[in-house]
């Protein structure tokens, strides 16, 4: 019932990076980002190191437990857990800190730099698994609560490093990010009392949760790789500025579809799971449709839009160095768009427990990345790494679907498609006639578009209106919920 808040509370996330993307830029130039880009980078394929997979037990198997003692211990064995593999995943970057410096940014005098970074880790890992919590209990509004906060409390600190020498910016967004998670980590701590109160861990049933969440770690990892494994194969073959350019982009193009797709799909393994134990298979099987029957309808526009506005987005935002590779944006969006949407085939596999396909098929995704990345990176750069990321989405994103629908049966509905599809054309078309340019001009096409999209999609769609709507309404009555 909350997806529209969720939908805010993402795009508040989502709307730090567009923030501190431009003020970085502008301020410190493409290398300072680009330096920014490969701490995150490391921070990304770190947490999930040190989570392991097992929150996904969290989801997975807390929603159905009613006594809130074996809650209780179940919660707090994982975390305690989480806390001790972070502090090895921290003790190892620390012995790599110096190779990492060199060979990932060039720059040996920033190794010290990443023992504060490490520090991050632990605290990242925490936050999410009182995220899961909430959300295996359909805790939607805590865990906006949490989320928006971090995110404010960053935004709000990001301003003042209008006043932060070069020198010390990068040291200044490591420390807000780590007094944003602390603040919000105590505030979920003490929501989480009623859930899940502190209790004396009992580990007996770790083993049971890795079996499902390793093989989910592996595939995270490759999931990871994946998205950021291209900036260290840029970062090898060409320089940390490249890696900025191509980190900029690579984040303006996804953060709309990473935001949909979160709004719509965040409480879709706990709710599947109960029609699952209940064995309403049908019912997991036309949720799952739906969900991904709007993702379309919200995110074909948003490629379409992308490419209309792409170059005048990058030329307010940053600055001439992103603005040249302007045309790999929409090669990054579309294909990012595919991977979310089709992604929602990853929980039919942790439905089942046969989480070891999801691992097998990231593997050959990362693989076949990897390759594509060395062989074209080295001849035409950030083009290749945007290319090579395209062609990986695209076919991970049909393998999964087509094997996922041998389990449930999700139902892709052309119609709405065709129709969402007609209407972003018109939209573009608008947009292209118009040119808007300047900040005004984004605003503009901004508004431009979503006017065209809905007054033509809601047109041609006159006999659907209130289901479009009012979705909740729709699913509630079809299911009877």
Known sequence: NETGLVFIARFLAKLKGFIVFPIIVKLFGTQTYGIWAQILAIIGFATPMALIGINVAIKRFLPSEKDINIISKNFWSIFYFVIVVSIFIMFVIYLLSDYIALRLFHLPEISNTLLLVTLIIPLNAINIIFSDLFLAFNKVKKWILISSLRDIIEVALILIILYVTIKDSIIFLITITIASLLLTNIIAFILSYKIAPLKKPDFSNIKSYLTVGFPLFLSGLTYTFIH??????????????????????????????????????????????????????????????????????????????????????????????????????????????????????????????????????????????????????????????????????????????????????????????????????????????????????????????????????????????????????????????
């Open 228 to 481: 950021i494994g291209d900036r260290y194969i840029i970062g090898y073959y060409k320089d940390i500025t490249q890696v900025g350019i191509y980190s900029g982009i690579y984040t303006l193009a996804t953060v709309a579809f990473l935001g949909i797709a979160e709004a719509i799909f965040i409480t879709l393994l706990p709710t599947l799971s109960k029609f699952w134990k209940k064995n309403k298979i049908q019912e997991a099987s036309f949720y799952t449709s739906y969900l991904l029957k709007y993702y379309f309808i919200l995110g074909i526009p948003m490629v379409f839009g992308l490419i209309a506005i792409s170059k005048n987005l990058l030329l307010v935002l940053s600055n001439q160095d992103f603005v040249e590779f302007w045309y790999i944006m929409p090669i990054i969006a579309f294909g990012i768009f595919i991977f979310q949407g089709f992604g929602i085939s990853d929980y039919v596999f942790i439905l089942t427990k046969k989480t070891t396909t999801i691992f097998y098929l990231t593997l050959i995704a990362v693989s076949e990345n990897i390759v594509l990345n060395i062989i074209l990176i080295p001849f035409i750069g950030i083009l290749g790494a945007a290319i090579a990321s395209l062609i990986t989405y695209l076919t991970y994103s049909i393998i999964i679907f087509i094997l996922a629908r041998k389990k449930i049966k999700i139902t892709l509905e052309t119609n709405s498609i065709l129709k969402s599809l007609f209407a972003s054309i018109l939209m573009y078309i608008v947009l292209y006639i118009f040119n808007f340019t300047g900040i005004l001009g984004l605003v503009l096409s901004i508004i431009t578009g979503i006017i065209t999209y809905l007054l033509v999609f809601f047109i041609i769609n006159l006999n659907n209106v209130k289901e479009i709507i009012n979705p909740l309404s729709f699913i509630k009555n079809k299911l009877k919920l």
